[in-house]
T-cell receptor, first 115, second 107 residues
Framework: EAQVTQNPRYLITVTGKKLTVTCSQNMNHEYMSWYRQDPGLGLRQIYYSMNVEVTDKGDVPEGYKVSRKEKRNFPLILESPSPNQTSLYFC??????????????FGNGTRLTVT | QKEVEQNSGPLSVPEGAIASLNCTYSDRGSQSFFWYRQYSGKSPELIMFIYSNGDKEDGRFTAQLNKASQYVSLLIRDSQPSDSATYLCAVTEDMRFGAGTRLTVKP
């Protein structure tokens, strides 16, 4: 089944403890992206990747890191999480970024709580 | 700063009515748009995309694009309680989303 898989679904951690949220897609998509979703603010892009080894900042990149060593994987790293990073996170992929015939496919989301 | 704006709602319509959801965008160079639906606690799912001025119909859904006025809208005909969700508008070129409009369809 074609899908975007992100893990874990739920994560509770403490301030400053490094964590990684994994994302993997099995559709051979070139484009991958991370979003956070907060009430009233909608989906805001954190980082995106047009292809392997190419990553760029989105609108809210502060406090996050990403890497794209392989086409299928795009992990999101929080080196030192803070409470303002408590949010719902979505990984998404598309065949090619920025084209109308290439919609985003979303993972199931990761709800992160930082205390 | 490029922006995509939506009325957060909630928008409430009776079952069987037409629900009208609107989205405006600031970047005049934006050419195409997605509409996604997101049920509470779930991930967004694609409803349709539009890139030409005018209307595009798919079943009960009609997307409308007016590039001169920089707005895109989604009409849902014969609204059903199962249409109750948040509807997200997105600009294709930079995958930028609006904050979404929460729709409630009352039986």
């Amino acid at each position: 089944e074609a899908q975007v898989t992100q893990n874990p679904r739920y994560l509770i951690t403490v301030t400053g403890k490094k964590l990684t949220v994994t994302c993997s897609q099995n559709m051979n998509h070139e484009y991958m992206s991370w979003y956070r979703q907060d009430p009233g603010l909608g989906l805001r892009q954190i980082y995106y990747s047009m292809n392997v080894e190419v990553t760029d900042k989105g609108d809210v990149p502060e406090g996050y890191k990403v890497s794209r060593k392989e086409k299928r994987n795009f992990p999101l790293i929080l080196e030192s999480p803070s409470p303002n990073q408590t949010s719902l996170y979505f990984c998404a992929s598309s065949l090619i970024g920025g084209q109308s015939n290439s919609p985003l496919h979303f993972g199931n989301g990761t709800r992160l709580t930082v205390t | 700063q490029k922006e995509v704006e939506q009325n957060s709602g909630p928008l409430s319509v009776p079952e069987g009515a037409i629900a009208s959801l609107n989205c405006t965008y600031s970047d005049r160079g934006s050419q195409s748009f997605f509409w996604y639906r997101q049920y509470s606690g779930k991930s967004p799912e694609l409803i349709m995309f539009i890139y030409s001025n005018g209307d595009k119909e798919d079943g009960r859904f009609t997307a409308q694009l007016n590039k001169a006025s920089q707005y895109v809208s989604l009409l849902i005909r014969d609204s059903q309680p199962s249409d109750s969700a948040t509807y997200l508008c997105a600009v294709t070129e930079d995958m930028r989303f609006g904050a979404g409009t929460r729709l409630t369809v009352k039986p």
